[in-house]
C-alpha cells in the first residue's frame, strides 16, 4: 500500500516552518511512520533563514536564496500544508483553533513559530516602526523602503533601533545596500543618515568586548551615528524621542530589540515566561503537556535558558524531530542539552565578516565566503530534496496502536478495496452535524429531513439549468479542496446567467478509523459549505463513500429566465473577447506534484480558483455579453471552440494578452504539463496559423485545463472598457480583452492566434 493511501491513526501537526521544524519535516520525509499523518499550519510559505537577511538587505542574496519553500519540502514528506495562522489551542479537545477554517484536531502538537521585537513597550512603534520579524513583513517593508529612496532624491534619515547583532547587522547592510543603489543611479549618497540606538553603553553587549569594539569602529568609519545607553521612549511620525531627551527625525524606524511570543499561547493555558515564551522541559515537552512540543524562538526551556538565536533552533530540530517520533511510537521522550558556545559569525553589509567563539574573535572577508558557504549549505539542505522511492509493503508499527485498531484498519482496507463503500450512518451525522444548510424557501424538503430525496420548487416563469461535476483531489487541504470543488460545480450555473438553487454533494473519503474519516469530512464540507452559502445556495443531500483517495462533486441546479440565458453560441461579428481570470492551473499543480512548483504559485492559483465566477458572470450579463461559458478541462482553445462552433464565426486571439498566473511560465518552459494536456493539444488542428501561434512561449498555455478557471464571453466592443473597470473593481484583477470576434472566412480553421 502507498503511503498516500494508508489509513491514518495518528495525527501530528506542527505549527509553524520554523528552523526547528523544517528538519522535523524533512526527516519524516526521508523515514516516515506509516499511519501518521503529518499536517503543518502555517502564516508563511516561504520560510526565510535568518542567518541570510543581512544578506537580503544588502543585494548578496535573492528572494528565493533566503527562504526555504515549505510547498515542495511538505510534498517531499507526504505532509499537509494548511497556509493559515494558529490563533488558540484548545488542548482538552486536542484541536487547533486557526483563522476562518475549522479546528484541526491532533494527537501530537509542536510549536515553532518564532518571535518578533517586544515594540509593545514604546508608545507609537507599533504604528509608526517596522519590527525585523517576522521577516516576511519586514521584507516587504524594506523592499517599500528602497523603492521610496529611489523615486524620492531627498534626504533620508534612518533609524535602528537595537544594537545587538541583528540591529547592527540590519543597519551596515541597508547602508551598504542604499549607498550602492544611489550610486548605481548617478546620485549621491550624502543625504541618507543612519542611526543606531542601544540601550546599552556598549554595542553587541552579548560579545567580548572586542567583538563590540571592532563593528563600533566599522560604524564611525561608515558614519553611523551612535546613540548608547539610551533607550527609545516614544515613535510619533517621523519623530522617534530617546530617553535622554534626543528628538531624532527619521523616515523610517527599524526595531530590532528584546523579543517577545505571540500573546494567544498564554491564552491557551500554557506556563510562559515574562515574555510570553512557553516553558519546556529538557524533553522540549510543554509543562504539564506531554502531547505538545515547543522549539526554537517560542521555547523557554527551563533549565537552559539560550539567546532567542537561530543557531539554538537549528541543533533542536534534530532533537525535536526524534522525540517526536518516539512518542508517537509510544516511547519515553529523551532529553536535550544545548551547546553552551557558539560560532557567531556577524557580517557588516560589505561581504566582510567577524567569527566569534568564546574568547575567540577573527575578521575578514574569507569568514564571509565561509559564512556564504554555510548559509547556502543549509537552505540547501531542505531546497535541494532527494528522490524516495514509494515502498508498498510499508506495515503499520505496532506501538502505534492498539492491535484492535491496526486489525479495524486492515479490515476496513480489505472490505473497500477502492470500491466506495458507503460512509456509516453515525460518522456521516456528526460531521455534518455543525452544517448549516442555506434556507431557501423554494427548498420543501432538504438536508434536515429524513426522507429519501429532496424536493425544490421551480417558481414561476423560471427554468432549471441542471449541471454535474466530481473530481479527485489535486490539494492536500481538505477544507480548501472543498471551496474549490464547490465553486468549480457552481462556475457553468453562473455560465448560463442563473441563480444558484440546491445542490447535491457526491463525496469519496479515504477509509480509516471513524475520528479520521468524521474529521476529514468535517473539513471537506466546511469549506464547500462556504461556497455554497455565498451562492446562496441550499446543499439538500448527497451521497458519501470510502475510497483510496479524497474527491467531491456536486449535483448543482440553478434558475433563470428564459430570456436570460447565456449559452456558448450567440458570438456576433466585431464583439470582443473577455477572460475573467488567469491560466495556468494545469501546469502548476503538475508541478506542485514533482514539487518544482513554489509556493507563492500554488497560493495565488488558490486564490484564483477560490474566486467565485458569480459576480462576474453578473457583469458581463449587465454589460450585454452575447455568450459565455466556464474555462475548465478543456482548456482556452477547447471551450472557445465550443463558443464558435454554434456561433458560426471566426476568432482572433492575442497570444500576449492572456492572463498568466506567476510561475505557469516558468513550469512550461520545464516541460511540465498537465496529463490532460496531451488530449487538448488535438484540438490544434482548429488553429488557421499554427506555426506562427507554436512560436510563443504562451502556446501551450491555450491546452492548459483549468479547475475551477474564469469565465469567456463575447461581448459588444463599445461596452467592453466599462465591463474591464468593473470586474477589476469586483476583484478579477487579471481580467482582460483578448481577442475579437470575426465574421466566418472560407479557411476551415476559425482560431487565429496571434503570437
Not at 525 to 539: F, H, R, T, V, Y
Request: charged share 20%.
Amino acid at each position: 500500500m502507498k503511503p498516500a493511501q494508508q489509513a491514518v491513526l495518528k495525527d501530528l501537526v506542527l505549527i509553524g516552518g520554523g528552523h526547528s521544524h523544517v528538519a522535523v519535516i524533512k526527516s519524516f520525509g526521508m523515514n516516515p511512520i506509516p499511519g501518521v499523518r503529518l499536517t503543518i499550519i502555517a502564516k508563511d510559505i516561504h520560510t526565510p533563514y535568518s542567518g541570510m537577511l543581512p544578506g537580503l538587505v544588502a543585494g548578496h542574496y535573492n528572494y528565493d536564496e533566503v527562504h526555504i519553500d515549505l510547498r515542495p519540502l511538505s510534498k517531499f514528506a507526504s505532509a499537509r500544508l494548511f497556509h493559515n495562522e494558529a490563533i488558540k489551542i484548545n488542548y482538552k479537545n486536542k484541536t487547533v483553533l486557526c483563522n476562518g477554517r475549522p479546528p484541526v484536531p491532533f494527537d501530537l502538537l509542536s510549536i515553532n513559530i518564532g518571535s518578533t521585537p517586544r515594540i509593545d513597550v514604546v508608545p507609537g512603534a507599533e504604528n509608526f516602526a517596522t519590527p525585523v520579524k517576522p521577516i516576511s513583513r519586514f521584507v516587504d517593508r524594506w523592499d517599500r523602503l528602497l523603492k521610496r529612496i529611489i523615486e524620492n532624491p531627498g534626504s533620508h534619515q534612518i533609524g535602528v533601533v537595537g544594537a545587538g547583532a541583528a540591529g547592527v547587522e540590519l543597519l551596515l547592510a541597508a547602508q551598504f545596500r542604499l549607498q550602492n543603489t544611489l550610486r548605481e543611479l548617478g546620485r549621491s549618497s550624502e543625504n541618507l543618515t543612519f542611526h543606531l540606538v542601544s540601550k546599552s553603553k556598549r554595542i553587541l553587549p552579548g560579545f567580548p568586548v572586542s567583538v563590540g569594539e571592532r563593528f563600533e569602529h566599522i560604524l564611525k568609519k561608515r558614519n553611523v551615528i551612535l546613540h548608547k545607553g539610551v533607550e527609545a521612549t516614544e515613535i510619533k511620525d517621523g519623530i522617534l524621542l530617546l530617553s535622554d531627551a534626543t528628538r531624532l527625525e527619521l523616515s523610517e524606524v527599524l526595531f530590532v530589540t528584546a523579543a517577545k511570543a505571540e500573546t494567544w499561547l498564554g491564552d491557551s493555558g500554557f506556563e510562559v515566561d515574562e515574555n510570553g515564551f512557553v516553558k519546556v522541559e529538557d524533553t522540549l515537552q510543554v509543562l504539564n503537556h506531554p502531547e505538545i512540543f515547543a522549539a526554537g524562538d517560542i521555547a523557554h526551556v527551563i533549565n537552559h535558558p539560550r539567546p532567542k538565536a537561530g543557531v539554538f533552533a537549528v541543533r533542536q530540530g534534530t532533537a525535536l524531530g526524534k522525540n517526536l517520533r518516539r512518542v508517537l511510537l509510544n516511547k519515553s521522550p529523551k532529553p536535550f542539552s544545548p551547546q553552551k558556545l557558539v560560532l557567531a559569525l556577524v557580517s557588516s553589509g560589505d561581504k566582510y565578516c567577524v567569527a566569534n567563539r568564546g574568547a575567540f574573535t577573527l575578521g575578514g572577508k574569507w569568514l564571509w565566503l565561509w559564512k556564504d558557504w554555510i548559509d547556502r549549505r543549509f537552505i540547501n539542505k531542505f531546497s535541494v530534496l532527494p528522490k524516495m522511492s514509494q515502498d508498498e509493503t510499508l506495515t503499520f508499527d505496532p506501538a502505534l496502536a492498539k492491535s484492535s485498531t491496526i486489525k479495524e484498519i486492515s479490515n476496513i482496507a480489505m472490505r473497500c478495496g477502492g470500491c466506495g463503500a458507503k460512509v456509516g450512518a453515525s460518522v456521516l451525522n456528526r460531521a455534518l452535524s455543525e452544517l448549516k444548510p442555506t434556507p431557501r424557501d423554494d427548498v420543501l424538503i432538504g438536508l434536515q429531513d429524513p426522507d429519501d430525496a429532496a424536493v425544490v420548487e421551480v417558481p414561476q416563469g423560471k427554468v432549471i439549468v441542471h449541471t454535474v461535476d466530481y473530481f479527485r483531489s489535486f490539494i492536500d487541504d481538505p477544507y480548501l479542496f472543498g471551496k474549490i470543488s464547490a465553486n468549480h460545480s457552481l462556475s457553468d450555473i453562473f455560465a448560463m446567467g442563473a441563480e444558484a438553487q440546491s445542490a447535491l454533494a457526491i463525496a469519496t473519503v479515504p477509509y480509516g478509523i471513524e475520528t479520521k474519516v468524521e474529521e476529514t469530512l468535517r473539513q471537506l464540507m466546511a469549506g464547500a459549505m462556504e461556497m455554497l452559502k455565498d451562492a446562496n445556495a441550499a446543499l439538500v443531500g448527497g451521497h458519501t463513500s470510502e475510497g483510496t483517495e479524497l474527491a467531491l462533486g456536486f449535483s448543482v441546479n440553478g434558475l433563470v429566465d428564459k430570456n436570460r440565458i447565456l449559452r456558448k453560441g450567440g458570438m456576433q461579428p466585431g464583439e470582443v473577447l473577455i477572460l475573467t481570470k488567469p491560466l495556468g492551473t494545469g501546469t502548476l499543480f503538475a508541478a506542485d506534484m514533482q514539487q518544482k512548483a513554489k509556493g507563492r504559485w500554488i497560493d495565488e492559483a488558490l486564490s484564483s480558483m477560490i474566486l467565485s465566477n458569480r459576480s462576474a458572470a453578473d457583469c458581463l450579463f449587465e454589460h450585454g455579453a452575447t455568450a459565455c461559458t466556464d474555462i475548465t478541462g478543456f482548456g482556452l482553445l477547447g471551450h472557445m471552440i465550443e463558443m464558435i462552433k454554434p456561433s458560426g464565426v471566426d476568432v482572433e486571439i492575442n497570444l500576449s494578452a492572456l492572463p498568466i498566473m506567476d510561475g505557469a511560465l516558468e513550469t512550461v518552459r520545464l516541460g511540465i504539463l498537465s496529463t490532460l494536456q496531451p488530449a487538448n493539444v488535438r484540438l490544434r488542428r482548429a488553429i488557421r496559423n499554427i506555426e506562427e501561434a507554436a512560436s510563443s512561449e504562451l502556446y501551450p498555455l491555450v491546452f492548459d485545463p483549468q479547475t475551477s478557471g474564469g469565465l469567456l464571453a463575447s461581448l459588444p466592443t463599445e461596452k467592453a472598457s466599462d465591463c474591464i473597470n468593473k470586474l477589476k473593481a469586483l476583484g478579477y484583477s487579471k481580467s482582460v480583452i483578448i481577442g475579437t470576434v470575426k465574421k466566418a472566412g472560407s479557411d476551415l480553421e476559425p482560431v487565429t492566434l496571434h503570437a
